[in-house]
């Protein structure tokens, strides 16, 4: 990989990538701005580790100090995962932290943006953002969508966050080209409940036909990536109509407070974890670790060219 960017590759990484192995990328977000401290870092390790043992290398993105890094070693984590006032960074805000030497953690869309520059193919992360509900008159509209329709990584979550508007999210989808592959099941899953009520536009059943599609859109010359919707596991979830009445008051709370933006989807994450006792997190936790292996099988797939 050749680049003019501030950039830097974790040891492991590096030999990885120069080895055409197996690689994952993993979001930083979750770590900054998903969940509390000491449950971040000991889930990115957790997450990290889970990689490791299905078989490929992870990496963890972020930007330190106007560095992006491709991989953190365990002492970066561990300073990312207490640091404040990390800026939260997607598409539009990149460039701006890294020019200014600012550290930042990366988004679902920052996170592709990366891992495509540094040559990796597969991503596993959480959830995806989307549209927000009431987007008809707040235009709220996740750059993870946009992104997804034209960087080319396969994105693996557990289907789009349940506190979005999942029908017009999937119709944003769709309108631009992303495939929406759930993974051995006909329903959309809804990140802590494995059902959603939704169709799933596509279904596939192992990590060599999601590889084998990834590859195709790269043949036919078809730009960004593709969306693995994987259902977390049934004895982690959380069920729709538990999750439901959950996520509603989350929301009533958060629009009389006026939190908007970036600030939303913290806010409601945190709300959901008071809520439910501790139980979203614990949720939360299951089904990044079951992306993580997902993402590794698909990761193997592809580096067999």
């Avoid at 900054?32 to 971040?40: A, D, E, I, L, S």
């Avoid at 989808?173 to 809804?190: F, K, R, S």
């Avoid at 959380?238 to 989807?265: N, S």
């Avoid at 409601?268 to 670790?289: D, H, P």
């Amino acid at each position: 990989m050749t680049t003019t960017l501030p950039l830097t590759l974790a040891s492991d990484v590096a030999k990885a990538l120069e080895a055409s192995a197996p690689v994952v990328a993993l979001e930083s977000t979750i770590i900054t701005h998903g969940m509390p401290y000491p449950q971040n870092v000991e889930t990115a390790r957790m997450v990290e580790e889970d990689v490791r043992a299905a078989g490929a290398t992870p990496a963890t993105i972020a930007i330190l100090d106007g560095t992006l890094h491709i991989g953190l070693e365990d002492a970066q984590l561990e300073a990312l995962a207490q640091a404040k006032d990390v800026m939260k960074v997607s598409r539009a805000d990149m460039p701006v932290c890294i020019a200014k030497g600012a550290t930042g953690a990366t988004t679902v869309a920052a996170t592709m943006i990366a891992a495509h520059i540094a040559g990796i193919g597969t991503f596993a992360t959480g959830g995806i953002g989307g549209v927000h509900r009431g987007a008809s008159e707040t235009f709220d509209i996740s750059a993870d969508l946009l992104e997804l329709a034209q960087t080319p990584v396969t994105v693996v979550a557990a289907g789009p966050k349940a506190i979005l508007d999942i029908p017009k999210t999937l119709e944003v989808l769709e309108t631009n080209g992303v495939p929406v592959i759930a993974y051995g099941q006909d329903e959309l899953p809804a990140f802590w409940s494995r059902g959603s009520g939704i169709t799933a536009p596509l279904r596939l059943d192992d990590a060599a036909a999601i590889a084998a599609s990834a590859k195709m859109r790269a043949a036919m010359g078809l730009s960004g990536g593709q969306l693995v919707a994987n259902p977390i596991p049934e004895a982690d979830e959380i069920t729709r109509d538990v999750i439901g009445p959950v996520v509603d008051t989350a929301l009533a709370e958060a629009e009389t407070k006026g939190i908007a933006a970036k600030d939303v989807t913290p806010f409601l994450l945190q709300r959901i974890f008071e809520l439910t006792e501790g139980r979203s997190l614990t949720a939360n936790i299951a089904l990044v670790r079951n992306n993580a292996r997902l993402a590794a099988q698909i990761a193997q797939h592809l580096a067999k060219g």
